[in-house]
């Protein structure tokens, strides 16, 4: 009898237009479209294992190894039927000798190699990793010039989408964007790939490990309470996200780091000030991420009086951990001074050292 199992990865993507806010909170539908860019798989990514076998008496899930709850009619059971209906009805319908591997629980184990939802996206990769590796245990996406794919990385988005909204961006590589759609059923909510990362190899991401404690307020509960409560959310939908979508595009496709730049930090400010517009208010950054934010604004100031260009771009997700967008000429120098300004020490004042990846190890 043959093994069902398989194992993929995905890796964690960052935001430079943000998602925050949902239009239908079951199909996980925005308010706003949104990009990111996916980072390479050699750093932040979840590994999942799925394995599908008559003998499971039922689906389970273990996380770092610690075995979850899988609640009924949830996000996890919903992602599952999902990729369970494509395996039955373009593959077991259509081929009676097929095994009929979608009527089988699924063991499913996944391990992030990153601290968990402390607005390091965990939750991106994590359900992106889950819909590729049940997608390849169900032979739905495996390529081959004389076998095409049965579901597109972009079907395969809508079903990762699920589970968690950033988790579509993370099935492909490079600069993505997630399209708002219209339609009601979502089927027009998905992800598609705006550049590969050869487009643009030179693009860096610093991750800045501020805190690495789980976040306060989720962004589930964050989102909802904001949709609610903020009227600044509603101009950010109507009068800014749709420009600043065409604007970040065109500085991706022409490589204009300056535009893309200005546009990434301008996105990350909005979506903190829509937070702190929400009541109760939400505060992501903490005082050493507004100090990131104040030294990449020196930095910046500094070179554009020397070059006339700007040098590196901050974000932040929902949680004090920064991300610093640069380009490889700039990495070496970026890490010496921030380095130099948060130290990693004991006697640090902050509650956690701080930690710092490079996208890349500089030269
Ligand atoms: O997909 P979620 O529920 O983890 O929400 C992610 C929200 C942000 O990270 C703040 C923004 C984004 O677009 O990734």
Redesign the pocket.
Known sequence: MPVFQATTSAPVNI?CI???GKRDNTLILPTNS?L?ITLSQDHLRSTTTARADPIFSETKLWLNGKEEDIKSGGRLERCLAQLKKMRKERIEDKNPNTPKISEWNLHVASYNNFPTAAGL?S??SGFAALTSSIAALYGLNTFTPSEPAVASPSELSLVARLG????CRSLFGGFVAWEVGSSLTGEDSLAIQVAPQEHWPTMHALICVVNDAKKGTS??SGMQRTVETSALLQHRIKDVVPARMKAIEKAIKDKDFDSFARITMADSNQ?HAVALDTAPPIFYMNDVSRSIIALVEELNRVSLAKTGHLVAAYTF??GPNAVIYTEEENVKQIIEIVVRYFPQSDTNPFPDPFKLFAGKQPK
């Open positions: 935001a943000k998602y925050w949104s990111s996206a939750s991106a968690s909204g950033s988790a962004s589930t979506f997700d929902a």
